[in-house]
């Protein structure tokens, strides 16, 4: 079936450093990618997504690059600071035939300042 | 706006009682999905509802799980003869006809004991 693969699971970094996240889909056709940042207790919140007619995004400190041909795509964020630290999902979609989107386990970034 | 809202927010139950969830979407969303989130792990795709369409049901683990979705808005989840493993947040996103973003709510965290 339709598998999204997100790596890795915990990631440190020190405050100022960037911190890279990478994501694998399955389905080829999937062609929306979006990351959320899920903060403790909190719901989760879209915080940048790219299609798959484009090659890299990018928002601030915040960019997403896509590779569909490998069917890979990762999260760099840059200059990192202490409250970038939460659960980061990535997610593939929609599946053939379907609206459904796939999501990634999760990556827990701790930022340490 | 007012964002999707999602009650109880917290429920405790004893094991082989029946539970309902709720959800409401933002107004005017026409696709609403329930997930489900175990401790520290990743967001489980339960069901999927688009306007007056059937719903994809092929996330929901087993037959004690069922949804409907009233006058295509409200959403209700339900889980009968709850276990301990049911323990879990279950979240549910809304979605505009047309869009690709998905927008959670703020869960309900479940404690079958």
């Known amino acids: 079936g339709e598998n999204v693969e997100q790596h890795p699971s915990t990631l440190s970094v020190q405050e100022g450093d960037s911190a890279v996240i990478k994501c694998t889909y399955s389905?080829?056709?999937?062609?929306?990618f979006p990351w959320y940042k899920q903060e403790l207790g909190k719901r989760p919140q879209l915080i940048i997504d790219?299609?798959?007619?484009?090659g890299e995004k990018k928002d601030q400190r915040i960019a997403v690059t896509l590779n569909k041909t490998a069917k890979h795509f990762s999260l760099h964020i840059t200059e990192t600071q202490p409250e970038d630290s939460a659960v980061y999902f990535c997610a593939a979609g929609p599946t053939s035939g379907t609206y459904k989107y796939i999501f990634g386990t999760g990556t827990r970034l701790k930022v340490l300042a | 706006g007012a964002g999707v809202s999602q009650s109880p927010s917290n429920k405790v139950t004893e094991k082989g009682k029946d539970v309902e969830l709720r959800c409401d979407p933002i107004?005017?969303?026409?696709?609403l999905y329930w997930y489900r989130q175990s401790l520290g792990q990743g967001l489980e795709f339960l069901i999927y509802f688009q306007g007056n369409s059937a719903p994809d049901k092929s996330g929901l683990p087993s037959d004690r799980f069922s949804a409907e979705r009233t006058g295509g808005s409200v959403s209700t989840l339900t889980i009968q003869r709850t276990q301990q493993e049911d323990s879990a947040v279950y979240l549910c996103a809304s979605r505009s006809s047309g869009g690709e973003t998905q927008y959670f709510g703020p869960g309900t965290r479940l404690l079958v004991l």
């Open positions: 107004s005017g969303h026409t696709a």
């Open positions: 389905d080829s056709a999937s062609n929306y």
């Open positions: 790219i299609r798959s007619n484009v």
